[in-house]
């Protein structure tokens, strides 16, 4: 059974600060695994998915980057902004017929002007 | 707009009372899934339809609740005889055939009183 966690579960930084979030899970057989970001009281929106024959993935200031054999991913933010501000959740989707993706509690982020 | 799409966004019932909720796919994706998340919480996996076939449920998912995808387009989760413990948020996604990006909409926010 594959299970993600996620640290920290908060985090607080200022403005301009590039920062890294992590994200790991037991089951080295992922088929992929999909970062998304999450406002209050909002629903998932996907900010990066990295597929398991790749080892990273960018757009715009995100990064991400998926290590199989440790079982860890990172999202790395790059000057940081306010409106980056939201929980950032992680998930793990299986193979074969199996689609369904395992999330993480989520990083909690906060960036301060 | 053509993401996905849930009604209602939000729903305040009585225990012991059945409700509904509908979500709308992005047209081209034949996949669908269900999730439900708590205050919290990372999202949990709910159950996953290919075109109109359900084709796994979670253990999450007890007898008092029932998906359907009748054409393959919109589904439809029901849960009868509500209880509290079933205040939560009900997350809907859709990815394609060829891509396993789930992209999910705004979520049905269940309130059981």
């Known amino acids: 059974k594959q299970e993600v966690t996620q640290i920290p579960a908060a985090l607080s930084v200022p403005e301009g600060e590039n920062l890294v979030l992590n994200c790991s899970f037991t089951?080295?057989?992922?088929?992929?695994l999909q970062w998304f970001r999450q406002d209050p009281g909002k629903g998932l929106t996907s900010l990066l998915l990295i597929q398991s024959s790749q080892r990273e993935q960018t757009s715009g200031r995100l990064n991400a980057s998926l290590d199989k054999s440790s079982g860890r991913s990172t999202l790395y933010i790059a000057a940081s902004q306010p409106g980056d501000s939201a929980t950032y959740l992680c998930a793990g989707g299986g193979g074969g017929s199996n689609y369904k993706l395992t999330f993480g509690k989520g990083t909690l982020l906060t960036v301060n002007p | 707009d053509t993401g996905v799409s849930q009604n209602p966004r939000h729903k305040i019932t009585k225990r012991g009372q059945n409700v509904t909720f509908r979500c709308d796919p992005i047209?081209?994706?034949?996949?669908l899934y269900w999730y439900r998340q708590t205050l919290g919480q990372g999202p949990e996996f709910l159950t996953y339809?290919?075109?109109?076939?359900?084709?796994?449920k979670s253990r999450l998912l007890s007898d008092r609740f029932s998906a359907e995808r009748p054409k393959g387009s919109f589904s439809t989760l029901e849960i009868q005889r509500t209880e509290q413990g079933d205040s939560a948020m009900y997350l809907c996604?859709?990815?394609?055939?060829?891509?396993?990006?789930?992209?999910f909409g705004p979520g049905t926010r269940l309130t059981v009183l």
């Open positions: 089951d080295s057989a992922i088929y992929n």
């Open positions: 047209s081209e994706h034949n996949r």
């Open positions: 339809f290919q075109n109109e076939a359900q084709l796994e």
């Open positions: 996604a859709s990815s394609s055939k060829q891509h396993n990006e789930q992209f």
